[in-house]
């Protein structure tokens, strides 16, 4: 059994940054991809990185983040991150990481995800 924790989480002023970490217990970390989602008060979950397992040499993105989010792993410290430079107003929601369990590589489908963790809230506003 997985356990995920987010943490890292806040209130931003727009065109900040922000680096949300996500410590996993139990199960065999560095063999789980690892994906990132947010769900903003209202709207359904949705995605917003990933990355594969191992060294975590593959990673994609939401068109959303792109160009201004990394998304990285320490396997060492069986935890996962998300960087966020230049946060908007429309990044603030929960953002959740899970254990990408199904579906193709690039899936951005909740449903290819599994353990999630109890999520952290990311408020940008000034």
């Known amino acids: 059994q997985v356990s995920l924790v987010e943490s890292g989480g806040g209130l931003v002023q727009p065109g900040g940054s922000l680096r949300l970490s996500c410590a996993a217990s139990?199960?065999?970390?560095?063999?789980?991809?690892m994906g990132w989602f947010r769900q903003a008060p209202g709207k359904e979950r949705e995605f917003v990185a990933a990355i594969s397992a191992l060294s975590g040499s593959n990673t994609y993105y939401s068109d959303s983040v792109e160009g201004r989010s990394t998304i990285s792993r320490d396997n060492a410290k069986n935890t996962v991150y998300l960087q966020i430079n230049s946060l908007k107003p429309e990044d603030t929601g929960v953002y959740y990481c899970?254990?990408?369990?199904?579906?193709?590589?690039?899936?951005?489908?909740?449903?290819?995800?599994?353990?999630w963790g109890q999520g952290t809230q990311v408020t940008v506003s000034s």
């Open positions: 899970a254990i990408k369990s199904s579906g193709p590589w690039r899936s951005r489908d909740s449903d290819d995800f599994r353990s």
């Open positions: 139990g199960g065999t970390f560095s063999s789980y991809a």
